[in-house]
């Protein structure tokens, strides 16, 4: 993985003495509260509904156990205990305090982190796959790119006071694992007939209030030219986004405008000035970066592991936990393991210290010391030899960190919701414990088979519910909570990069209809489906109309929330 | 009546950083939103006099309206400058740069970001005199302003100009490209084991 340079720890320190200035400042009464704030938010810290709320960058998902052994002594010495890992591959701590701040900068400092840029008007967290690198589908490893932006927009001084929050995420495989095209900068590698890597850049994607896919604005952009047109790309939103109204902010929202083509055209004009200039990347500089994302060095191992074989037809249950939670990996002998976060005694994405220091050490025996975070919150540990599978397996199980459910309906994605975050409109943990609780029958939930379901407390969609196959919103009517329904949606879809929003099935629902009504969804798939449809593709097959009339059926029209069916933004 | 805002002093951050005095006016149209009648027009407000004022910074809009009038003012032995909000194009001023003492780029909130793309086209458009930024200006902001090309900074009323001299210090080094050096970081020195005694140019 990437290391520091010099260079590299010397922006770093001085990040952390400016805030910690700015904090002084801020104490002392010479920066008033509305000063303060986007300088706090570019430094990670909210102030939210009980406590502050401080987010730690993990650049494009990667860690090191090191650095994960790190966060484990700051959630327990600055938090309660365990942090939240998040759809952008960020750490949350939830009840750290102001003061304590600068000292956790320094501390994450030693280990090459920050929370620089996790949240602003500013160019954040750059993501990528979680299987970047070992993927069998990788056309080339984005990671050095990922890199190479993270560089670049590391305090970029003409963007960081933009319209809005701007989000970049990068791909290098046929499936897309980094939700592209619901970013404002979306980056699919491609290769060109002469075998040269370039991009398919995407821009204005989004979910959030007004959800939207990205549109493609350039088929192969060579990747020379990398930094060049990003720039292009933010000068012409910095210029013309909106800033009257914060929900019309987003990059999409000019894209949608202007129209594609004319944003394209103006981005061009722009580029003309900077293309081949400066900022354009040299070898030299991509194979200095691409260095640092090397393989490790992999023992030449069997495809095959009899002991793991022979414990598979043994054990049902690391049959299962195989079955779903390891993955292909390019190099023979090896795989890459999630660590699920999804026990249902644990809010989805949570992580306690101990666990933490668990994962690391299995990540230094079994894994070259490295791990990822993915965007369905879970961990991965990414290079380990198939016949450590058991080992790896009796590990995590002590830990609460087996649940074998990955791309099953109770791995799901799931924001903090009411229970921590004041933008919330309705609490999203209860509801992901109560389908988890629902559908704890593993017999039945492999049965029914992949099914994203994606929960968000509100419309900003941080647990990205639009691209769930279930998705569920919690929405606000009159100081109640509701919960809207949507069908479809997905991300890496049956046949590789394409994603699609869902459709609203009709009225919310209350807390306590929720798991009735996944449960109805699913029995409805489940008798209609053939054989080897997923809920997805029967759902295409069919449509809404079946899914609507189970779940309607019977439910008096008073019970319906009509009006917070109509505050959809989906339409 | 039109605001004038005068400054006892500006920091300036070239040739070093330094708190300098401020010889110029800067006229702001006032403008009411309850009653938008009695909201000054570029074509009718009154401009100070050269004796009164004879360093004055005008809108865009005013130095668009009144051209030559202003003009006129140079030969009087008056200095002009032109602020440029948000949203108001450099190109727009491209064609008056000979005329100029200073451009002023407006920070009506300092989250409003498009002050440093505005200073960073004024001087790819060869603008090379001063470029100040005026309104809501913080220290935080200095480092990146100066980055973008913003070489002179009227600091925000009540802050204080000793301290918001240390800001430049902030940083020793960057990444990326701006107009201050174009160059990436990976094309100033040489990376990866590297030690900081290469240097940056800055």
């Known amino acids: 993985m990437y290391r520091y340079d010099a260079y590299d720890h010397a922006i770093l320190r001085q990040r952390v003495a400016q805030y910690r200035d700015q904090v002084r400042r801020w104490k002392t009464g010479e920066l008033s509260d509305d ?89 954040r967290n750059v993501t990528t796959s979680h299987f970047a690198g070992i993927d069998p589908d990788e056309i080339a490893d984005p990671r050095p ?35 592209t095209l619901a970013h404002d900068i979306g980056l ?75 944003f394209r055209k103006e981005v061009l004009e722009e580029w003309a000035n900077l293309k081949d200039g400066p900022s354009t990347v040299g070898t030299e500089e991509l194979e200095r970066i691409a260095r640092h994302f090397t393989a490790p060095d992999y023992a030449a191992l069997p495809a095959r592991d009899e002991r793991v074989d022979a414990l598979k037809a043994s054990n049902p249950a690391f049959a299962r936990w195989v079955a779903r939670n390891v993955h292909p ?32 050490d299995l990540a230094d025996q079994f894994s070259f010391g490295e791990l990822r975070v993915s965007h369905e919150q879970n961990l991965v540990l990414p290079d380990v030899p198939v016949s450590a599978l058991p080992d790896v397996w009796e590990a995590a199980k002590a830990k609460g960190l087996s649940t074998p459910t990955v791309g099953l309906l109770t791995d799901l994605i799931c924001c903090p919701g009411g229970d921590y975050c004041s933008l919330a409109n309705a609490k999203s943990i209860p509801i992901a414990a109560a389908i988890q609780e629902r559908f704890a029958d593993l017999d039945y939930l492999f049965d029914i088979g992949d099914l994203d379901l994606n929960i968000s407390g ?14 569920i919103l919690g929405v606000d009517k009159n100081g109640e909570e509701w919960y809207q329904v949507t069908l479809g949606g997905h991300t890496d879809g049956v046949k590789g990069r ?36 997923r809920f997805l593709d029967t759902f295409e097959r069919l449509g809404l109309a079946p899914f609507k009339e189970a779940v309607y059926a019977g439910r008096r029209p008073a019970a319906l929330n009509t009006s917070a069916a109509r505050e959809s933004t989906h339409a | 009546m039109p605001d004038l805002i005068r400054r006892p002093q500006i920091i300036r951050s070239t040739p070093a950083p330094a708190i300098v005095a401020d010889d110029f006016a800067r006229l702001v149209l006032t403008v009411s939103t309850d009653a938008p009648e009695s909201s000054e027009s570029a074509a009718t407000v009154t401009l100070p006099s050269v004796a ?12 668009q309206a009144r051209r030559d009038e202003l003009l006129a003012r140079l030969t009087q032995g008056g200095k002009l400058g032109v602020s440029l909000a948000p949203g108001e194009e450099a190109e727009q001023l491209a064609g008056d740069f000979a005329h100029l003492a200073l451009i002023a780029v407006e920070f009506p909130k300092f989250v409003d970001g498009r002050g440093y793309t505005s200073a960073t086209l004024l001087r790819r458009l060869g603008w090379t005199g001063e470029i100040r930024a005026v309104g809501d200006v913080l220290r935080d902001q200095f480092f990146l302003m100066r980055r973008c090309g913003i070489d002179a900074f009227a600091l925000k009323e009540g802050k204080d100009l000793n301290d918001a001299l240390k800001a430049f210090d902030d940083f020793s080094f960057t990444y990326a490209g701006a107009v201050d050096d174009p160059r990436p970081l990976f094309r100033r020195v040489q990376r990866g084991g590297a030690s900081l005694d290469a240097g940056q140019s800055s």
């Open chain 1, 145 to 179: 790119f990922a890199e190479l932006l993270r560089e670049w927009s590391t305090f970029q001084p003409e963007f960081a006071f933009l319209p809005r929050k701007f989000k970049i995420a990068v791909s290098g495989s046929t499936r897309d694992r980094a939700v």
């Open chain 1, 329 to 360: 990996h390019k190099q023979p002998g090896y795989a890459a393991v999630t660590i699920s976060l999804k026990d249902p005694r644990q809010p989805p994405g949570d992580c306690t210290s101990e666990q933490m220091e668990a994962v690391a």
């Open chain 1, 498 to 533: 394409e994603t699609a929003l869902g459709k609203v099935i009709g009225p919310s629902f209350s807390a306590a209809e929720v798991p009735e009504v996944v449960e109805t969804l699913v029995r409805t798939y489940v008798a209609q489906r053939h054989d080897d449809e």
């Open chain 1, 188 to 262: 699919n590698i491609k290769k060109n007939a002469a075998g040269e890597i370039g991009f398919e850049v995407l821009v204005g994607g989004g979910l959030g209030r007004t959800p939207i896919l990205a549109k493609v604005i350039e088929e192969f952009l060579p990747w020379q030219h990398l930094l060049t047109f990003v720039e292009a790309i933010l000068r012409v939103y910095n210029s013309y986004g909106r800033r009257d109204n914060p929900y019309k902010a987003r990059i999409k929202i000019l894209v949608h405008a202007l129209g594609a083509e004319q």
């Open chain 1, 458 to 471: 509100c419309m900003n969609a941080c647990g990205h519910h639009h691209v769930g196959h279930i998705g």
């Open chain 1, 35 to 123: 000063e303060f704030r986007p300088l706090r938010l570019q430094n990670g810290l909210y102030i939210q509904r009980h406590a502050p709320m401080f987010r730690i960058a993990v650049p494009y998902g990667l860690l090191s156990s090191t650095q994960l052994r790190k966060l484990a002594e700051v959630a327990r010495d600055y938090d309660r205990g365990y942090g939240h890992f998040t759809t952008r591959h960020n750490l949350q701590l939830n009840w750290p305090k102001v003061e304590d701040t600068p000292d956790i900068l320094e501390k994450l400092a030693d280990v090459e982190m920050h929370a620089i840029q996790t949240s602003g008007n500013c160019v």
């Open chain 2, 52 to 63: 009164d004022a004879p360093n004055l910074i005008v809108p865009l809009a005013v130095w």
